[in-house]
């Protein structure tokens, strides 16, 4: 993972100084710029998003008084890891000074300065040239917050007459996306940015998306966690209870309009893997319903039950609401091959000479004669989210590329830890490599923004 991120440690700015910058003050002339000093301090005050490179960015306030307060959002495994930063900051003679004062996470043990110098400052972009190392980096001011229940609509708009948008832009499509025309959808819970580029500069806007009609199958948040998140999110005035082996339950009878009792249960590890909600007679069963249809994917309807399903933390999560019972199940449903199943398989297959016939006498296929003909299949009919698998040979009948199809409601931010963990990025779109074997690992979206495919190739040698 070091390797991973070092690209975008690289690329932060001086307000991520827990990248340890060398401290560098100067008085050296030779550095001002002439015109720097009719920049503004007044300029610099505010909220600012700053891109960092490998799908990581950082929150930048700077506050009237000097303070500063930024946050560094990156992907980490399996969630979004977010790192604190607090100091102050200095303007004089188009030079920017930041010393920061402390981490949460643990990588400063004093005072780290760092000086820029000021390349360009309008009311929308600061543009900053380092003056140890050699790079330039800019943030984008942050001009509004919206806020947004999953499956709302609004349009972007930058409350200025010189501003002419030309191009949109979202930092996470799981959560909102945006058109060519400024049109947002608010599609999951969370946080993203929506980048807005024009002529005199990129504003962004905030967007939260969450359900505040319908929060009680927010629940998911705590899916795979460790006791510990359970009990900070929801307090430690529980009941607790332990089966012979080793299941935790733990069951909280709620002070909420719409839930009177949640069971959590844990494996025999510690983590959450089944969650049961009983809901009172203030939500109906259509209120129930209309919710769970916002955020997931109706699977199968039998009865008077409803079972949903979405992917979270690799696995595929099944939501089952029974109208009987009034009752959700939260609960993380084994599939017979999930990515890393399919990953660990296709690891084996790039790195070895391994004959398409035996690739498909090891998933269960029948090749037929178009196959043998073609030198490739293609197998249908796999477990949620995947549909298919495509499989092509060699001149000599070696696999050479596979291609793991995904179903119409997969993104690229639903697994991206999965290409965080296990990948390197390259220089060419949507491609990765693997550390440790040999093969290319690239993937295709389509014009709506979801995954179409993953595709495995051999790296050509010379």
């Known amino acids: 993972m070091n390797t991973i991120y070092s690209k975008g440690i690289c690329l932060l700015t001086a307000v991520m100084a827990f990248v340890l910058l060398t401290a560098c003050s100067s008085d050296d002339d030779s550095y001002h710029v002439?015109?720097?000093?009719?920049?503004?301090?007044?300029?610099?005050?505010?909220?600012?998003?700053?891109?960092?490179?490998?799908?990581?960015?950082?929150?930048?306030?700077?506050?009237?008084?000097?303070?500063l307060n930024a946050t560094e959002i990156r992907a980490d495994k399996q969630d979004w890891k977010?790192?604190?930063?607090?100091?102050?900051?200095?303007?004089s003679d188009g030079r920017f000074t930041v010393v920061t004062t402390g981490s949460s996470?643990?990588?400063?043990?004093?005072?780290?300065?760092?000086?820029?110098?000021?390349?360009?400052?309008?009311?929308?972009?600061?543009?900053?040239?380092?003056?140890?190392?050699?790079?330039?980096?800019?943030?984008?001011?942050?001009?509004?917050?919206?806020?947004?229940?999953?499956?709302?609509?609004?349009?972007?708009?930058?409350?200025?007459?010189?501003?002419?948008?030309?191009e949109y832009s979202t930092v996470n499509y799981h959560v909102a996306s945006v058109?060519?025309?400024?049109?947002?959808?608010?599609?999951?819970?969370?946080?993203?940015?929506?980048?807005?580029?024009?002529?005199?500069?990129?504003?962004?806007?905030?967007?939260?998306?969450?359900?505040?009609?319908?929060?009680?199958?927010d629940v998911l948040q705590i899916m795979g966690s460790p006791?510990?998140?359970v009990t900070k999110e929801y307090g430690k005035m529980y009941t607790y209870s332990e089966t012979e082996d080793g299941i935790i339950i733990l069951q909280y009878n709620l002070d909420d309009e719409n839930v009177m009792t949640m069971l959590v249960q844990t494996d025999t590890d510690g983590y959450v893997n089944r969650i049961d909600m009983y809901l009172s007679n203030n939500i109906t069963p259509g209120e129930v319903r209309a919710s769970l249809n916002r955020k997931y994917h109706l699977y199968k309807t039998s009865n008077s039950t409803n079972l949903y399903i979405t992917q979270w933390?690799?696995?595929?999560?099944?939501?089952?609401?029974?109208?009987?019972?009034?009752?959700?199940?939260?609960?993380?449903?084994?599939?017979?091959?999930?990515?890393?199943?399919?990953?660990?398989?296709?690891?084996?297959?790039?790195n070895n000479n391994i004959s398409i016939f035996d690739l498909a006498d090891f998933l269960g296929y029948e090749m037929t004669m178009q196959d043998y003909y073609s030198g490739a299949f293609i197998m249908r009919g796999l477990d949620y989210p995947f549909t298919a698998v495509g499989v092509r040979?060699?001149?000599?009948?070696?696999?050479?590329?596979?291609?793991?199809?995904?179903?119409?409601?997969?993104?690229?931010?639903?697994?991206?830890?999965?290409?965080?963990?296990?990948?390197?990025?390259?220089?060419?779109a949507h491609t990765y490599v693997s550390p440790e074997y040999t093969y290319f690992i690239g993937y295709q979206e389509g014009d709506d923004g979801y995954l179409q495919y993953l595709q495995y190739s051999k790296r050509k040698t010379n």
């Open 313 to 350: 933390q690799f696995r595929t999560v099944g939501i089952q609401y029974s109208e009987e019972d009034h009752g959700l199940v939260f609960y993380f449903m084994e599939a017979k091959n999930s990515l890393e199943w399919w990953d660990s398989i296709f690891n084996e297959v790039m």
């Open 34 to 67: 002439p015109g720097t000093e009719n920049f503004s301090r007044d300029m610099i005050v505010g909220e600012w998003y700053e891109p960092l490179g490998e799908g990581s960015y950082a929150i930048v306030n700077y506050n009237a008084d000097g303070s």
């Open 393 to 428: 040979a060699d001149e000599k009948w070696y696999v050479d590329k596979a291609q793991l199809y995904f179903d119409d409601y997969i993104t690229f931010q639903d697994i991206e830890f999965f290409f965080n963990r296990y990948y390197l990025p390259t220089s060419g």
């Open 82 to 91: 977010h790192s604190p930063n607090n100091g102050y900051w200095e303007y």
């Open 105 to 166: 996470s643990g990588l400063l043990n004093g005072n780290n300065k760092a000086v820029y110098q000021m390349k360009n400052l309008t009311k929308y972009e600061i543009q900053l040239s380092s003056l140890d190392l050699d790079l330039i980096s800019g943030d984008y001011r942050i001009v509004d917050t919206y806020q947004m229940n999953v499956g709302q609509s609004r349009q972007a708009i930058v409350n200025d007459g010189d501003f002419v948008p030309q």
């Open 227 to 229: 006791l510990l998140t």
């Open 179 to 217: 058109d060519n025309a400024g049109k947002i959808e608010a599609r999951h819970l969370g946080t993203t940015y929506i980048l807005i580029k024009s002529s005199i500069g990129t504003a962004v806007i905030r967007v939260v998306v969450n359900d505040s009609e319908n929060d009680f199958d």
